[in-house]
């Protein structure tokens, strides 16, 4: 349901199957493990089964004896990988910093040791298993608890929170918890590397193929044109597929040293080991209010969990800054290191767990003051960015706020806790805001407009399952009134002009101004072509007077079905297409932000139904509102919220990856006992979008959807919680054992 002020487009904010679809559902989209090429080799890791240590010895001697392995690649014999300079948009992003086996430490449960490389899967997974290692365990921390002795970094203050939170009528001052989470995108992670005497060709489980090409050929010490990185389909990553991890440069060591293409699938074991995980969180919050519900001072400490060597942080108080007024305000972090694998960027890194906190605390302040939650939240909007006095590119919180609790019903809670019942269960409802930031990467697109009537758009990014191939089918369909299924699309390989990221929700505004552009510039060469082509009808017309619409070649201000279809135009030019190319900056630091703070904001409306005779909690009901700016396939952006909606549900209720502390492994690590929101948990969904086009972003308005609908979902699920069942869960998940005896009386 869009309620998009303006239609002025004929294809952009409709709702357009995804043009890849078919080759998805007919099995016939190959990815990235179903990569075969003449030769292959399969790679299975080794990896270590202490957390804490030594490597101090190997022995493969059985292993390396079975028949059908090719090679064992250990420390003495990978060979050399180099380091990359620093983690920024100049030298590309790596998790891991340190090139696997570049030391015998080791630093987290899981790291490999060493490499089996052998005829089939099943040889190099047997022979893995029989290699022995020998290690000198040294203690390991895993703990739960974080407590740090850095100095916290300060990340956003104004006037004097302490102090204000000292005379405040009215405070709060809670701590609260996110579990480390694991990304279990149902595509494995792999690589397929090709060495073949000149250069290396991968086949990657990539959202950023530029990235990893562009780190690879740094790790590796060759030049860029040796390294292709090829990814036509993703599924998903949730973003633990952004950077480059260690198993891409073991695949690289492994079809070098063996001469044969090599396949690495990660197992869904080492999913929860080595590609990254959302780090545990632990933020304090301190709100203070005057009794009217007006705040004076927020206050934000966080800390966040991070491996022995790499510095990731989560940016937990990206959005505490700016989402409500107060004239006082600090934000602070710091990080614990434990023996954990690195950990990295989980849809919505920072403002997911950060808007836990926030939004559970202002729910919790709004009981404080006895106010109604959406009416704390309206009386606290701000009139511009007060973290740094930039007014708003396009905010419209207050409508989400307002537009949800109609279709939600709102004006029908009664605040009492258990005061709400229906068919016997105890009802709770609960709200909670949330926004993210606009971002643009840079990108540049090349559109062919071909003789035979069909185009051609090409870009190197990729479509990690959101619908980017649609959308880049539709930018061309809308400039040049062609129709999808006549619009080749071409992502995934870095042999294209680049493109940005999968990452930051920032696709779509990245590639928009890259692929209008580059539409526009090929139709310049048609109707230039048309002008002066002696055998076009238009000879000796200005290229100025004409224009292409509906896929023909017309004069201005006269139908398109009184001029020609422009292949006509090329054909008379005897030419094969008539290409254009244009490119568009973007980046952390982009000039647009030192004028407008640019962000999407959305609030959710959640119901739970609780029994408290039995303890059964579910989420019955989610209503959803999102201001992304202008939408631009209805359908696409529908999908990402509602997905994002149940991957909350999980967050609320299900998800935390859980370490032994004997021995520190994740042990929950497979799809059984790492529990996610499936089919049976799925709330009823009604997500909207208010649809106001951003003035500033891009020409069409647009900003990104995919990572804001996980924001703000959890805390609106556990303050519902609370006015079901009067229990306060401040550390997710909610567990049974936090409801029982709850409420069984209310
Ligand atoms: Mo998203 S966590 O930037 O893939």
Avoid at 48 to 64: H, P, Q, Y
Wanted: charged share 20%; with cysteine; hydrophobic share 40%.
């Amino acid at each position: 349901m869009s309620t998009a002020p303006d239609s002025q487009y004929a294809v952009i904010g409709k709702s357009h199957s995804r043009v890849d679809g078919p080759l998805k559902v007919s099995g016939l989209a190959v990815y990235t493990s179903d990569v075969d090429l003449p030769g292959l080799l399969h790679a299975v890791p080794v990896c270590s089964t202490i957390a804490s240590g030594r490597l101090v010895s190997l022995d493969f001697a059985e292993a390396e004896a079975m028949p059908g392995v090719h090679a064992i690649l250990h420390r003495g014999n990978i060979g050399r990988f180099y380091r990359i300079s620093g983690n920024s948009m100049e030298s590309g992003f790596v998790d891991e910093a340190r090139p696997p086996f570049e030391d015998d430490e080791i630093r987290y449960y899981g790291q490999y040791i060493a490499l089996v490389v052998a005829d089939t899967f099943e040889t190099a997974s047997a022979a893995a298993a029989a290699i022995n290692a020998g290690y000198d365990t040294a203690a390991h921390d895993v703990s739960a608890h974080l407590a740090s002795d850095e100095e916290p970094k300060v990340q956003s203050e104004r006037g004097d929170a302490a102090s204000a939170f000292e005379q405040a009528a009215v405070t709060l001052d809670e701590t609260y918890v996110t579990p480390v989470e694991t990304h279990n995108p149902i595509e494995l992670h792999a690589t397929v590397a090709h060495w073949d005497g000149e250069g290396y060709t991968f086949y990657e489980t990539s959202q950023a193929i530029s990235n990893h090409q562009g780190t690879l050929m740094q790790m590796l010490g060759l030049p860029k044109e040796k390294v292709r990185v090829i990814s036509r389909y993703l599924g998903s990553g949730f973003g633990s597929k952004l950077w480059m991890w260690p198993h891409s440069l073991l695949a690289a060591a492994a079809t070098r040293i063996t001469g044969r293409p090599v396949k690495l699938v990660v197992s869904r074991k080492m999913m929860f080991q080595n590609v990254g995980h959302r780090p545990l969180t632990q933020q304090r919050m301190r709100l203070a209010a005057q009794a009217d519900g007006k705040l004076t001072s927020i206050r934000h400490d966080y800390l966040n969990h991070r491996a022995m060597l790499d510095e990731y942080e989560e940016n937990c108080g990206e959005a505490t800054p700016l989402l409500y007024s107060t004239p006082n305000l600090r934000v602070s972090s710091a990080t614990v290191r434990r023996n954990v694998g690195s950990p990295t960027a989980m849809r919505g890194p920072g403002a997911v767990p950060g808007l836990f906190a926030l939004e559970s605390a202002m729910d919790e302040l709004a009981c404080k003051l006895n106010l109604d939650p959406v009416a704390l939240r309206i009386e606290n909007e701000p009139g511009v960015d007060e973290s740094t006095g930039l007014p708003f590119s396009s905010r419209h919180l207050v409508e989400c706020l307002r537009t949800g609790a109609d279709r939600f019903g709102w004006n029908q809670r009664t605040p009492g806790i258990g005061s709400m019942k229906r068919d016997g269960l105890t009802l709770g409802w609960g709200v909670a805001a949330c926004s993210w930031p606009g971002v643009r990467f840079s990108a540049e697109a090349t559109v062919d407009l071909r003789a035979d009537g069909t185009a051609r758009v090409v870009c190197g990014t990729q479509d990690i399952g959101t619908g980017t191939y649609t959308i880049l089918a539709q930018l061309v369909a809308e400039e040049t009134g062609l129709p999808l299924d006549r619009i080749e699309v071409a992502l995934g390989d870095t042999r294209l002009p680049p493109g940005p990221i999968s990452g930051g929700s920032a696709a779509t505004a990245s590639v928009i101004p890259a692929v209008l552009g580059a539409t526009r510039a090929a139709v310049g060469v048609v109707l230039a072509r048309a002008a002066a082509v002696d055998r076009s009808s238009f000879a000796g017309a200005k290229a100025e007077t004409l224009a292409l619409s509906a896929g023909r070649v017309h004069r201005k201000g006269e139908a398109p079905e009184s001029g020609v279809p422009y292949g006509q135009i090329l054909e008379a030019a005897k030419m094969h297409a008539a290409s254009g190319n244009a490119s568009a900056q973007g980046g952390f630091d982009d000039p647009l932000k030192k004028h407008h703070s640019i962000h999407s904001y959305g609030a959710h409306f959640a119901e739970v139904t609780w029994q408290p005779e039995i303890a059964q909690l579910r989420v019955s009901r989610v209503v959803t509102v999102i201001d992304a700016g202008r939408i631009l396939n209805l359908r696409a952006a529908r999908n990402q919220i509602e997905g994002a909606i149940v991957m909350g549900v999980g967050m609320a209720l299900f998800e935390h990856t859980t370490y032994d502390e004997r021995y520190g492994a994740p042990i929950n690590s497979n799809l059984a006992d790492y529990v996610i929101a499936s089919n049976a948990d799925t709330p009823a969904l009604d997500v909207s979008f208010l649809g106001y086009p951003d003035p500033v972003f891009n020409e069409l308005g647009a900003r990104g959807i995919a990572e804001i609908g996980l924001a703000g979902i959890a805390a609106a699920i556990t303050n519902a919680v609370h006015h079901a069942a009067g229990v306060r869960v401040r550390r997710l998940p909610v567990m049974i054992e936090d409801l029982l005896g709850a409420g069984a009386d209310a």
